[in-house]
């Protein structure tokens, strides 16, 4: 019975792991990336540069993908202002 709850979560974990790689793939690949999605497409570059720093997107991509989860793993969908995003 324990190697089959063992391997029962095992296969969830990776089941989880899949479904968050996908998810931020298809976040991150949609027309105009995450930021193109938030702002008006006549933004400034500077604007969009300053987007991109906020959010981390300046970043390599494991990171991005890192910080991501650690965000959504806290339930943290909406940056606040007072971490100042």
């Not at 991150?28 to 997107?57: F, H």
């Amino acid at each position: 019975m324990a190697s089959f709850i063992l391997r029962r979560l095992a296969q969830m974990f990776v089941t989880l792991v899949g479904i968050s790689i996908i998810s931020w793939v298809i976040i991150t690949l949609a027309p105009g990336g995450p930021i193109g999605l938030t702002l008006d497409p006549k933004a400034s570059p500077k604007v969009i540069e300053q987007m991109m720093k906020n959010y981390d997107l300046d970043k390599p991509i494991y990171q991005q993908y890192y910080l991501w989860l650690k965000s959504f793993s806290l339930v943290n969908f909406i940056p606040s202002k007072t971490e100042g995003r």
